[in-house]
């Protein structure tokens, strides 16, 4: 079975093994190594990509589901050199530490606020759920805050 | 060591450039090699053709900011701003001392202890300032004019007399040969001359994070290498018995299938490999799929005795056993608990925690005949070159290795476990292997922090001071550091004890190992002594504190602790938190202080009860003595980053062994917090008691955000917590 997609605007088939999840073939075929592995079970939320504009966790996203996909990742996030606000808001505010987890918060960050334009902070609680070992969610909810500000005035 | 194998061993490097250096013979200075200078003039600049400019850094970044704090250091004395300049990693610069070990060099080359940002303070700045002095000196030369009319501003010299400016880049040539400059030439600047180190910096790979770099151990990859997935053993220090690798092989792309055997294999002793059963493959999925379909018959007879309940109820049994060895004591104990007023008792327990590291582990290798390659994310250089030397022979020399940025490390990837089974899986099939863990991996083979009980007694005088103070504890490890803590020597009459209770777990260092438990022990049982004795709790830590003006640590690094640092956190914390201030029902304040290593920090939690056995963290108010302070933003990142490390584990963190099976083997079974369980306000200050060189941070904040949790949940419910995982026992 060949299943056809684009990633970050390219079209891609794939033949292998329709089991495998979308995440190792973004790290390992495409080339695409910002996607992170954190669990394997979408518990951490590391892998964290948009398929056809929703926050999906790729390592439970098989490749044979993926038929006709447009699927967006972190390294398709900004156009050309100018950053997506959200990944502007991430810097303003110094959240990166470690930065493992943070592809894949920004990920989930700009698919909740497509949804959630004006969130409150129980709207922040409930639809941003990626775990950052290194806490940095303090950092987070203000940069989700900035970004959501910057993205209205925009 | 000879010549010419230490300069192969200086090439081992993660950036392109070949650097070769010299030690002169001014202490702290490494000068350039004049002949392959590959553009760097010292160690920490390096200029490319073009005229960009790279700070190099020494110590590798797992979020602590060692990446940022030392880029400011460097960029600090060579005057350029950081946002015009890229800032990469050293390669190891260490030499290899009698025993053939590999050791550092003019430069502390680990992430560990709170210590990085003191051990490369005066060295860092020092070679910064010798690169300043050689590229002033080379444009001297150039104009033919003195040295001190010379100004480095903004990557470049300028000559305020003619107006004439050279950019750095076009003086490094010129700095080759010059080995003249004089001491006070190179002096690193006064702290009143210092513009960027003291101001916030943001992470200088912040950038190439969000926009998914591939900066990572896990994200390495070499052309031809072959990808591998180990099947190891679940139950504690057991062993395959056998194996049926028809499936597994069937799988396309599998290559072979390797036994990896326990190292050691004496399993009374620690364990440093896990046994299991190397699945090598074309690609890391196949690898996985052929690890999954193995069938396996492993020995789980070794450590069946290793479980969370037993345990727990040997630490515990050990309390009141005969087993315990006298640490420190003085004065007449049962005298004074005899003439006591008052005498108030409590036992603790803490289960295992798992490090958790966001970034499984990882590793490539390439092992030749006499000669191998490692690209790794680790905690250590010198540890992880010694790693290859112990799994293969090969002289650390020998040895060139690639570090890349870790996804946390929490001490776990200080481990070689993960390098010696890579090396060895390329040792035995002559290709480049890149070994990568599963997240059940990394939390069936973790080396945990400790399980520990402990029996605290205070004997109280009619003041309601603390007049004896009585301190035993059983653990998995020997639980020494707990029994050297204040607040016994602070109370003049004190005696404690420890016993390690025998059994199979590997443990190692998680994020301030020790303290990360003892804090919460004694500065809940000193609010417990308070409370019971009707005291204010803030008044009674600040006269304990009061009772000596300095001690000697007993606990590494042994330093001289003078304690109106210790009285400064806690009125600072208590002050800006409004402590004591009146709450509604329902709602608490907890305080608690600790020093760790050799920084001290104090937090104030405000806690929400949300039903009989929940609670919410609205709000904690800190306070730090880290000393000089680099980078501000990143030293309140770290407090962040320990405050919720710290609210995290306590509530949740439990490592469960059944009959030597770790059954939390991933996040659906061992809990972590999400942002919607973090505090919503954290103010942080950051406290100046004069001194000139910084302390350490990493772990600092983390230790005292217990016993302020539950300290909270005391003044919130009235329901002390003796035992954690807090969520289980509330
Ligand atoms: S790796 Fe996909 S959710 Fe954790
Ligand atoms: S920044 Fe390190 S895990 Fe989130």
């Known amino acids: 079975m060949s299943v056809s997609f684009t990633i970050n605007g390219t079209r891609r088939s794939f033949d292998g093994d329709e089991e495998m999840p979308l995440l190792w073939h973004l790290r390992e075929e495409a080339g695409l190594k910002g996607t992170k592995f954190g669990c394997g079970i979408g518990q951490c939320g590391a892998c964290t990509v948009h398929l056809d504009g929703e926050a999906v966790r790729s390592c439970s996203v098989p490749m044979a589901s993926l038929d006709g996909a447009n699927i967006t990742t972190i390294e398709g996030l900004a156009e050309d050199d100018a950053l997506h606000p959200v990944q502007e808001a991430w810097i303003e505010e110094d959240v990166p530490q470690c930065g493992y987890c943070q592809a894949g918060q920004i990920m989930a960050t700009v698919a909740f606020l497509k949804d959630t334009p004006n969130p409150t902070d129980e709207d922040i609680n409930t639809g941003i759920t990626n775990l950052c070992r290194c806490g940095t969610y303090y950092r987070i909810r203000k940069a989700i805050k900035r970004a959501a500000v910057a993205m209205q005035s925009a | ?730």
């Not at chain 2, 798992?354 to 092992?367: F, L, R």
């Not at chain 2, 010198?382 to 090969?394: E, H, L, P, Q, Y």
């Not at chain 2, 991996?441 to 007694?457: G, I, P, T």
């Not at chain 2, 003006?549 to 003078?562: G, Q, Y």
């Open chain 2, 1 to 730: 060591m000879p010549a010419l194998s230490r300069r192969a061993f200086l090439q081992s490097s993660a950036a392109t450039a070949t650097l070769a250096v010299a030690i002169s013979a001014t202490p702290f200075v490494i000068a350039q090699d004049s002949q392959s200078s590959g553009g760097h003039v010292t160690p920490c600049l390096r200029i490319d053709a073009d005229g960009n400019i790279t700070l190099c850094v020494p110590i590798p970044d797992m979020g602590q900011g060692m990446e940022t704090t030392a880029a400011q250091m460097i960029a600090d004395e060579l005057n350029v701003n950081l946002d015009d300049v890229s800032v990469e990693l050293m390669p190891f610069l260490g030499t290899v001392n009698d025993g053939g070990r590999a050791v550092f060099g003019r430069f502390y080359q680990g992430g560990g202890g709170s210590g990085s940002t003191m051990r490369i303070w005066h060295e860092i700045r020092g070679t910064a300032a010798y690169a300043r002095a050689l590229l002033l000196e080379a444009a001297s030369r150039r104009w033919q004019t003195v040295r001190s009319g010379l100004v480095a501003r903004e990557g470049a010299v300028f000559n305020p007399a003619s107006g004439q400016s050279l950019p750095y880049g076009d003086l490094v040539p010129h700095t080759a040969g010059i080995s003249d400059i004089s001491e006070a030439g190179m002096k690193p600047k006064t702290a009143n001359e210092r513009t960027i180190v003291g101001a916030d910096a943001r992470n200088v790979h912040s950038r190439a994070i969000v926009t998914g770099k591939p900066l990572f151990g896990i994200d390495a990859e070499i052309p031809d290498m072959l990808h591998a997935a180990i099947r190891r053993c679940p139950h504690l220090n057991g062993r395959v018995i056998s194996f049926d690798d028809t499936a597994a092989r069937q799988i396309q792309g599998v290559i072979d299938i390797i036994p990896v055997d326990r190292i050691p294999e004496d399993t009374a002793q620690w364990r440093s490999v896990a046994a299991g059963l190397a699945v090598v493959a074309e690609s890391y999925w196949a690898a996985r799929k052929g690890a999954e379909a193995l069938e396996v018959t492993w020995d789980e007879t070794v450590s069946t005795g290793d479980d969370t309940g037993l345990l727990r109820e040997k630490c515990l049994a050990a309390l009141d056993g005969d087993g315990m060895t006298t640490s420190i004591e003085a004065g007449d104990l049962d005298a004074a608990f005899s003439e006591a007023s008052h005498s108030i008792e409590a036992t603790y327990f803490h289960p295992h925690w798992a490090h958790t590291c966001i970034e499984p582990h990882s590793c490539i290798a390439h092992v030749k005949d006499d000669e191998a390659e490692i690209w790794v994310g680790h905690q250590f250089m010198n540890s992880a070159i010694n790693g290859v030397k112990d799994a293969t022979g090969i002289a650390p020399e020998k040895v060139k290795a690639n570090f890349y940025r870790m996804g946390t490390g929490f001490g776990r990837k200080a481990e070689n476990d993960f390098i010696i089974e890579a090396a060895i899986l390329s040792k035995a099939t002559g290709r480049a292997v890149k070994v990568t863990w599963t997240r059940e991996d990394e939390m069936e083979q973790d080396y945990v922090n400790q399980l520990a009980a402990y029996k605290l007694r205070a004997a109280v005088g009619q003041n309601g001071a603390i007049s004896a103070w009585h301190l035993k504890a059983a653990a998995d490890t020997t639980p020494a550091v707990v029994t050297r803590e204040f607040p016994a020597r602070l109370i003049d009459t004190y005696k404690t004890e420890y016993e390690r209770v025998p059994n199979g777990v590997t443990r190692g260092a998680w994020r301030g190992p020790h303290h990360n438990v003892i804090a919460w022990v004694i500065q809940s049982f000193l609010d417990e002594v308070a409370v019971e004795t009707g005291q204010d709790r803030l008044e009674a830590l600040l006269s304990l504190y009061d009772r000596k003006t300095a001690l000697k640590s007993l606990n590494w690094p042994n330093r001289d602790i003078t304690f109106d640092r210790f009285r400064g956190v806690l009125r600072k914390a208590a002050e800006e938190a409004g402590f004591g201030k009146s709450m509604p029902d329902g709602w608490g304040q907890g305080i608690a202080v600790h020093h760790t290593f050799v920084s001290v920090c104090a937090h104030v939690v405000d806690v929400q009860m949300t039903g009989d056995r929940d609670y919410r963290v609205h709000k904690v108010t800190s306070a730090i003595d880290c000393g000089l302070v680099v980078n501000p933003l990143g030293v309140r990142a770290q407090v962040e980053s320990g405050i919720m490390d710290g609210l995290c584990a306590a509530k949740y963190g439990k490592w469960i062994l059944d009959k030597g099976l770790v059954t939390t083997n991933n996040f659906d079974t061992y809990q972590k917090m999400r942002i919607n369980e973090a505090p919503s306000e954290i103010n942080v200050h950051l406290l100046d008691f004069g001194d000139e060189e910084p302390r350490g941070t990493g772990e600092v904040s983390l230790p005292p955000v217990i016993p302020a949790l539950t300290n909270a949940i005391f003044a919130a419910s009235g329901k002390r917590i003796r035992e954690l995982p807090i969520s289980e026992n509330l």
